[in-house]
Structure formats: C-alpha cells, structure tokens
C-alpha cells in the first residue's frame, strides 16, 4: 500500500498520472490542498478515506436525527414466498433537521441497500452541510427489486428509473409531515449516479420534484462497459479460473463469517469490501479479485432475485416454488456461475426481447448508457459530475465523453479509485458547497 507523500514534486507527479490516465490535460482540475493518501486506486476503492484525512463529521442516531421506514403498494405482484423477510415493503432512511432545510435523495450504488457504507458517509456529509437526506436502495438491491421493480429485471434504466421516481414520492409522502423542505436535490454514487441522470431527466418532463441541483458521484458512463470491466477483475472463463475463483470466495466468505459472528453489520457493499480487507493480508492482485468479488456478489443476488421474480427458469425450473423452508443450496450454487455480462445475456436480453418486440441486445446496450440522455445532460445547467481519474469504472471514451457534455460542471479528482475518497476534506466540501451554492443562487 502506497502512501502519498508530501511536497510540490509530488503534487506535479499525481497531476501528469492524472492526465496521462484520462489522456487530456483539461480533464484534472486541480483544487489546490489534496491530501488523499492512496496513490493505488484498487487500494483508494477498498479503504476509502482514512480517518487522519477525513472531514470530521456528525453520527446519525436513530430516533433522534434518523429512522427508517418501509412503502408498500408500490408494484401489484405479490412478494414470493421466498422472500418473505421483503414482505414489510421497500426501506428507506429520513436524516431530518430540526427546522426547515433542503432535501437531498441519495441513491445507493450497484447492490446497495439505503443504508449501505457510501450511503451514510453522504447522509452525514450533506446532513453536516445542514440538508434533510432520503437515503434509498440501488434498483439492484433486493429489497428494492422485490417490492418497488415493475419488471423485476432490473438494469433498463429508463425502466427503473420511473421506478424510482414512483418510489420517492412515495418516500417523499410518508415523512412530509414531518420535515419542511425548502428545495429538494439528487445525488448518487456509482450506478445509483447514473440513475441520478436519468432520474433529473425525468424530472425535467414531469416536474414533480423541479430538482434544484443533482450531483453524479463517480458515475457509469456505459453500464454494460463498465460492468465488464468489473466482471474481468474475477476471470471465471477456464476450471482452473473457476476453482481459483471459488477458493478465494471462500476464503472471503469466511471473514465475511467472522465479521458476522462477531456482530458487525455487513453486506456486500463498500464496507463489507473494507471490512473483509482488514481481515486478510491481500496482494494487490487479491485486492482486485476482492473488488471483483463483491461486485460478483451483487451479480448473484440480483440474477436469482430477478429469475424468481420474472420466472425466466434460468437459475430456478419453471413451475417451482420456493418457500422459507425450501434448501435454497442447488439455485445458490447455480446463480453463483452469473456475472454481470451472464445475467445480461441469458437473463436480462431474453426477457425484454420479449417484452419488447424489436428491441435488440445492441439497442439495450444502448440504452443503458448516459449517450441516450446526451442532449439532455450537455443543457442541463443544474447536473454536475464529479470522479476520480484513475476510477475503475471508466473508459478514456467515458472520461471524453463527461468532458465533451458536462465541461464546467465536472470535476475530476487526480487520484480516489471508485468511491474511495467522498470523506476526504477537500471532496467532502465541495459536495456540500455543490448544493449550497444552489440555496445561495449561484
């Protein structure tokens, strides 16, 4: 693990890897002090922001400055037998001032509930900035899947993003009576940032919120490019890949029990990866396979979810039904094959061939890119980006593409993996001078 040192000649070092990395001198904008310590963005990823370097922050406590609540109603099918631990509805978190204050949604990234580990970091971080916060899962949590996805197959963004839509009215409904919200705003990390887009995008059309400001945290440009860059950190395409891969996934999964029995809350987000990686002494090619592992991870959960849901018969036969008491081991062992690229091709590609006559793989593919909204984006003075040069998500064609549409309104940090450093001072004040700036009028 590399740490960054001080001094000019480093500074003027991270700024050539910067442009190097996104292969144009005017995609860095230096911001002067920038003591982000992790030079290894598979290392920024996993660890995040260490405390010495981050903005100090206010804890959240239930029942007096946040609480959870659930939403029914919000699809008509009936929740599987299953999944009956999802029959309470979709869980959402309220972060709440004490008197009037901007609201901002934040939508989880990929396999995120509403509390996962970035979640909170950005509930505290806005909710430190004076902001009420409406933390929602990730359209590719199950929880969210099960009880707020009309189709049950997620990954369509324009599909789940009025999903989504429908959702934080429906959130917004239950706790309005509760805080007074002076403008409400949008953020989102990873893919929950790309659906962000899509979500200002709807908004613009049907005006129900009028989003005051919507931040993109380290977005997928290309969903499809960017899951199989996550999918090709956990290469499963020979046996000897595939028994390597399983071996390593048990060693995971072990600390992962270690964690749980010694009552740590985990799920297989951001701080499952961290806490994971303080259990285990990785290489850095072990890294990226944890990396690699939990995104996989979420692979799995959401191609068994959706095969229930739609009934595909992929992973579960046709004309089974899976109760609280069926051994679910024999479809655990059979979803554990999907990756990302797999869940698109068998899972995701045959079901809205069908659904929509016409509609090619290439068109999917397409469509769930922010290309799709472009017109929209590059005119849309209120939507902002900000990421990391070295993210393990994007392309160089991505990084052009952020620079071409959004110009001014993006920000590109020389070094922070993937949603490694939103703690870090400097980051965390900008994301909170982002949406005050709003309230100020400028």
Same mark, same amino acid.
């Given at each position: 693990?590399?740490? /960054? ?17 996104s292969g144009t001198a005017r995609a860095v904008q230096w911001l002067g002090a920038y003591d982000y310590p992790f030079v290894d963005p598979l290392v920024a990823t996993v660890v995040q922001t260490p405390h010495a370097n981050s903005i100090e922050l206010p804890e959240l406590v239930r029942f007096e400055n946040v609480d959870i609540y659930t939403v029914r109603g919000l699809v008509e099918r009936p929740v599987p037998p299953v999944y009956f631990f ?9 972060? =709440? ?10 939508? #989880? ?18 909710? +430190?900035? *004076?902001?009420?916060?409406?933390? /929602? ?37 239950? $706790? ?10 949008? %953020? ?11 979500? #200002? ?14 931040? /993109? ?16 950190? /956990? ?6 890949? &595939? ?13 992962? *029990?270690?964690?749980? &029995? ?22 850095? %090619? =072990?890294? =990226? ?6 995104? &996989? ?10 095969? $229930? ?10 004309? %089974?039904?899976l109760t609280a008491t069926t051994p679910l081991e024999p479809y655990y062992l059979r979803s554990q094959e999907f990756s990302f690229t797999r869940y698109f091709e068998e899972i995701y590609t045959p079901y809205f061939a069908a659904a929509v006559p016409g509609l090619t793989a290439e068109q999917m593919i397409a469509d769930a890119d922010l290309a799709a909204i472009e017109r929209y984006l590059a005119s849309a003075s209120n939507v902002g980006v ?16 952020? =620079? ?18 939103? &703690?870090?001072?400097? $980051?965390? +004040? ?13």
């Open positions: 693990m590399r740490m /960054l040192r001080q001094g000019a000649l480093h500074l003027v070092i991270l700024v050539a890897m910067a442009i190097a990395t999802q029959r309470f509805g979709m869980e959402f978190g309220l972060v =709440e001032q004490p008197g009037p204050a901007p609201l901002v949604f934040v939508i #989880a990234g990929t396999g995120g509930g509403f509390n996962a580990d970035i979640n909170q970091s950005l509930a505290r971080i806005l909710y +430190a900035a *004076g902001f009420h916060v409406i933390g /929602l899962p990730n359209p590719t949590h199950p929880n969210f899947t099960v009880n707020a996805s009309t189709t049950g197959v997620p990954g369509r963004l324009k599909d789940d993003a009025v999903d989504l839509y429908r959702a934080m009215q429906a959130a917004y409904a239950v $706790v309005e009576d509760r805080i007074e919200v002076t403008s409400v705003n949008l %953020t989102g990390y990873s893919l929950g940032a790309t659906y962000s887009a899509f979500l #200002a995008e709807l908004d613009s059309r049907e005006k129900v919120f009028n989003f005051n400001r919507v931040l /993109l945290l380290n977005p997928a440009v290309s969903v499809f490019a960017s899951v199989g860059l996550v999918d090709g950190m /956990l290469l499963t395409d020979t046996p000897e890949e &595939r028994n390597n891969v399983r071996e390593f996934i048990n060693t995971v999964l072990t600390a992962f *029990g270690r964690l749980y &029995r010694g009552g740590e809350p985990v799920d297989f987000s951001g701080d499952f990866i961290y806490r994971t990686y303080t259990e285990l002494d990785l290489s850095a %090619t =072990e890294i =990226e396979k944890l990396i690699g592992v939990a995104f &996989r991870l979420s692979a799995n959960t959401m191609a068994f979810t959706s095969d $229930v849901l739609a009934e595909t018969g992929v992973i579960v036969p046709k004309g %089974t039904i900000i990421t990391n040069a070295d993210d393990l998500i994007l392309r160089p064609q991505d990084f052009a593409f952020l =620079e071409r549409v959004f110009d001014d309104r993006l920000v590109i940090y020389p070094i922070g993996g993937h949603c490694g450093n939103y &703690r870090q001072r400097d $980051v965390a +004040a900008r994301i909170q001078d982002y949406f005050r700036a709003a309230e100020l009028g400028q």
